[in-house]
């Protein structure tokens, strides 16, 4: 072991075979959170999974995906969970604050259940950036949330456990 190296090194692989997902989508913005979806499973498939293992719940709005993240991760059924949904800024501050809570709830969520739960939202300043990033020129942000689902999930599965 040379200078700067640690005895153990955690990696979690991009392999999704075996884990199961819990997916938790906004119908607000549905026409883009649907891209998301479409994204997220395509890649847990492309790397081994089984989408017959992925379950999706629905929620009214962005605000509520926090809340249902929660109670998935709670049932010890998923391996990782996966929130979904599209929040474009309009004349108001209220994405703002829609963005802030969700991004917080999903973090908590995480931290109470020991879960990893992982931020698929688009913030978005306009329609055109939503359409980018929900699978045109950005790519696919169900994509790169369901990739990072994979990853953690099995990184989870390697670390050491608390008493």
């Given amino acids: 072991m040379g200078k700067g190296e640690s005895a153990r090194v955690y990696e979690g692989q991009l392999v999704a075979t075996g884990l199961r997902f819990g997916l938790v ?22 790397h081994g999974g089984d989408a017959g293992e992925v379950e999706t719940a629905w929620t009214p709005g962005s605000f509520e995906l926090p809340m249902v993240c929660n109670r998935f991760a709670q049932t010890g059924r998923f391996d990782a969970v996966i929130a979904l949904g599209v ?14 809570e969700v991004a917080k ?28 990033r929900s699978g045109t020129k950005a790519g696919n942000r169900g994509a790169d949330a369901a990739q990072s689902a994979i990853e953690m999930a099995n990184l989870y599965k390697q670390l050491p456990r608390g008493k």
């Fill in 25 to 46: 989508c906004s119908r607000f913005n549905e026409f883009f959170v649907r891209k998301l979806l479409e994204g997220a499973i395509d890649c847990i498939e492309r």
């Fill in 87 to 100: 929040v474009i800024q309009g004349g108001t501050p209220h994405a703002q604050y829609i963005n802030s």
């Fill in 105 to 132: 709830g999903v973090a908590q969520s995480a931290m109470h259940t020991g879960v990893p739960v992982i931020y698929g939202v688009i913030t978005a300043d306009t329609i055109e950036q939503a359409v980018e």
